[in-house]
């Protein structure tokens, strides 16, 4: 259930980042913009480091078992025992985070940019977003190599989990998993590249994105297990039937049946 409950963590972390998105120069001060924008890269990044690496310590600790299962060995594999990798990839992302908001903070800004009206007359607009005066692209590659790596090691492990028969087998729901979350990455990365001046259609992308591997993350890890878990209750509960009567009939029916024959008894006497 630990594994369960980091992922479950970590959806509610990612999904969280759809708060400080939200944040503009309407309705909030600069200094609040710029605060929210040093908090999107670590809610996104720790949210999914989170749940990639929880599936990866839950993944890995059924194939040691199993290998250990194969060789006739007796082993016991505590939750501490995996979490390992999990404590590495959160200390290293955490690391790289801190670096970014330190050296390179980013702050709001309202940004220009020229079009034209129905009339191809020339006018400026503002649109207000997010940039650093440092250098921060180096610590957003470190990011997306760290993060790439861990799903590399996710998808080694369950496809190493592939051949393993359990009721709880769910290597196929992990592969989905990270198709998903590879998708929304690369396919949102490169429309909010397109679209840097409509902050809104921005907006939404990035958000539709975030639900798509909260839902994908949620429903194919535990759907399986609440459908498998339903279906068991339901075949191990325990029925009696008399001529398609309920228990609580026949139970009825037994004591009036023993209640008649203690009457016809005393009668006898």
């Not at 590495?88 to 790289?96: E, K, L, P, Q, S």
Request: hydrophobic residues 50%.
């Amino acid at each position: 259930p630990l594994f369960l409950y980091l992922i479950i963590a970590g959806v509610i972390v990612l999904g969280s980042a759809i708060i400080p998105l939200g944040f503009d120069g309407e309705k909030f001060t600069r200094d609040q913009c710029s605060a929210a924008c040093d908090a999107v890269p670590w809610l996104l990044s720790m949210g999914i480091a989170i749940i990639i690496s929880a599936l990866y310590a839950k993944t890995h600790r059924i194939n040691v078992v199993m290998k250990a299962a194969t060789r006739c060995r007796r082993i016991k594999i505590t939750e501490k025992d995996v979490l390992m990798p999990f404590a590495a990839i959160m200390t290293v992302i955490a690391v790289i985070l801190l670096c970014k908001t330190i050296l390179a903070p980013a702050n709001y800004a309202m940004i220009p940019s020229r079009g034209t009206d129905h009339w191809n007359r020339t006018y400026k607009s503002f649109y207000g977003t997010c940039h650093s005066d440092g250098l921060y692209v180096p610590y957003l590659i470190a990011l997306y190599i760290v993060i790439g790596i861990s799903i590399l090691g996710l998808a080694v492990e369950a496809y190493r989990a592939r051949n393993v028969q359990t009721e709880y087998q769910e290597s196929h729901y992990i592969g989905i998993v990270i198709f998903s979350l590879l998708q929304a990455v690369v396919v949102t990365t490169a429309i909010v590249a397109l679209l840097d001046q409509n902050v809104r259609a921005r907006y939404a992308i990035i958000v539709i994105s975030i639900f798509i591997v909260c839902m994908a993350s949620l429903l194919l890890i535990f759907m399986p297990k609440f459908l498998l878990l339903g279906k068991s209750t339901s075949t191990s509960r325990p029925t009696v039937s008399d001529g398609g009567e309920g228990l609580h009939l026949r139970k009825f029916r037994l004591e009036q049946e023993n209640q008649s024959l203690a009457t016809a008894s005393m009668a006898n006497e």
